[in-house]
């Protein structure tokens, strides 16, 4: 204990031997801070709230007392971290604010704390600043105005971006809305509008409202069947074509010609932008995990602006009793509007089995028919989106073990199975054209595939 009668002022320090160097009012260097003393507060509202520290001066004047070296302060879920190591307590004992803190919540989040007032061991409240760092290591700060302890025990913040805050959940992804901090989580929570960066004006760009957890490494936006504006408007994604059957467009979160219109691809899941391939895409997450997986995907290419579905196909024409069945993909350049398909299609419908038998065996009593590519990717995909992925891998391995199938699966027979088939959309004649060789993969249970 050291007496400064002149300034009124008392100095107490840690008498250990380890402290001889200690001068008062000076920190201490760390190597001779092994088990610094501890204060604890004797008020019952403060829970016992307690510091380490080696060295403080008590002022006789205002009855405050200064500690230095304070490394950090255990409030609740949090380790608070003042700015110059150093606090100060009132003439109640109340602990002073203090700014420029730093807050290490639940050992995860930090908070570059504006200000900070500590009212107990278990409760702190005050505003600060998080750093968010996207998947290219880009930093975004989010001031969060209101941070607190919630009922729970953990830290909870919650700030909110405008449209000033130019904040970008990834470089692909712009956000205004609610952010919420929960320290007993890994991530932020957003609740708000995610708006996409792309490139084709005659989109538009909507801010699409969602509520989700985002991992910064790969931001995943939650996708509904009917997803709706921050102002609960409509939008859509998708191929359509319209009720007339006249014109074929494309859409992507954005509004659709008329309310009539048909899509012919579409998907929902979740909205992720894939760097490699410049697409923003809509899939479930296993789908989006492996592409070979099952499942409707629909994207965006953010420059060229194609819009691509793939899976099961609605080709968006009524033919009476002909029944159609289309797995495989659809492009939509939006700059030239043009629209190509490349599909397995099946037609059901009502005809003479025996001649149905005639026609298959003609076909394949022809020997300079060439074969069917049973590699290619759409057909591929298309005997996992009519088998599942585990069916047409045993489909595929029987057939390379045995140069055939043996018997069809049901799903595979139709009156007449096109396995390869390349479409094209002509608006003059409001029509799907066949461009190139077409293949026939079964005709009523009877495999061709030529």
């Not at 609740?76 to 919540?105: Q, T, V």
């Not at 290619?376 to 057939?399: C, I, M, P």
């Not at 799903?411 to 003059?428: A, P, R």
Request: proline share 4%; with cysteine; glycine share 8%.
């Amino acid at each position: 204990m050291i007496w400064d009668l002149k300034n009124g002022k008392m100095g107490l320090v840690n008498t250990n031997a380890r402290n001889d160097a200690l001068k008062l009012g000076k920190n201490l260097p760390g190597r001779f801070r092994k088990n610094p003393p501890t204060f604890i507060s004797m008020n019952p509202r403060s829970d016992s709230l307690n510091f380490k520290s080696d060295s403080a001066i008590y002022t006789f004047e205002d009855q405050s007392l200064t500690a230095y070296k304070v490394d950090f302060l255990e409030i609740a879920d949090a380790k608070i971290f003042p700015a110059g190591n150093s606090l100060s307590l009132e003439k109640n004992g109340h602990m002073k604010g203090f700014r420029d803190a730093r807050i290490i919540a639940n050992d995860v989040h930090v908070i570059d704390a504006k200000q900070i007032n500590i009212l107990s061991r278990k409760s702190y409240y005050g505003s600060g600043t998080y750093s968010y760092t996207d998947q290219n290591h880009n930093i975004r700060k989010i001031l969060f105005s209101d941070i607190k302890v919630d009922k729970s025990g953990h830290t909870h913040a919650e700030g909110t971006l405008t449209a000033a805050d130019s904040f970008l959940l990834s470089p692909y992804f712009s956000y205004i809305g609610k952010v919420t901090l929960n320290a007993e989580k890994k991530f932020l929570d957003f609740a708000g509008g995610v708006r996409l960066n792309h490139h084709c004006d005659g989109l538009g760009k909507p801010l699409i409202a969602f509520h989700s957890e985002i991992n910064p490494d790969s931001v995943m936006i939650p996708i509904t069947g009917n997803p709706v504006t921050t102002k609960g408007r409509r939008i859509y994604k998708g191929i359509y074509i319209t009720n007339d059957s006249t014109h074929i467009y494309s859409t992507f979160f954005a509004n659709r010609w008329n309310y009539s219109d048909t899509p012919i691809a579409d998907a929902e899941g979740f909205l992720v932008f894939d760097e490699k391939s410049g697409e923003y895409r809509v899939a479930a997450k296993p789908k989006l995990t492996d592409p070979a997986s099952p499942g409707n995907l629909l994207s965006l290419n953010r420059n060229y602006c194609i819009v691509r579905g793939e899976g099961k196909l609605n080709p968006g024409v009524k033919l009476g009793q002909l029944k159609l069945e289309m797995v495989g993909n659809i492009t939509h350049n939006r700059e030239n509007n043009e629209v190509n398909l490349d599909v397995l299609l099946g037609i059901k419908f009502f005809f003479s089995p025996d001649a149905l038998s005639i026609m298959a065996n003609e076909i394949n009593a022809i020997p300079t028919l060439k074969p069917v590519n049973m590699k290619r990717e759409t057909y591929k995909h298309g005997l996992v989106e009519l088998l599942g992925k585990s069916k047409a891998q045993s489909l595929e391995d029987a057939s390379l073990l045995f140069g055939g199938y043996g018997e069809l699966p049901e799903k595979l027979k139709h009156t007449l199975l096109f396995t390869q088939l390349n479409l094209v959309w002509n608006e003059e004649t409001a029509s799907y054209i066949s461009q190139g060789m077409i293949g026939i993969g079964n005709i009523n249970g009877t495999p061709v595939n030529r």
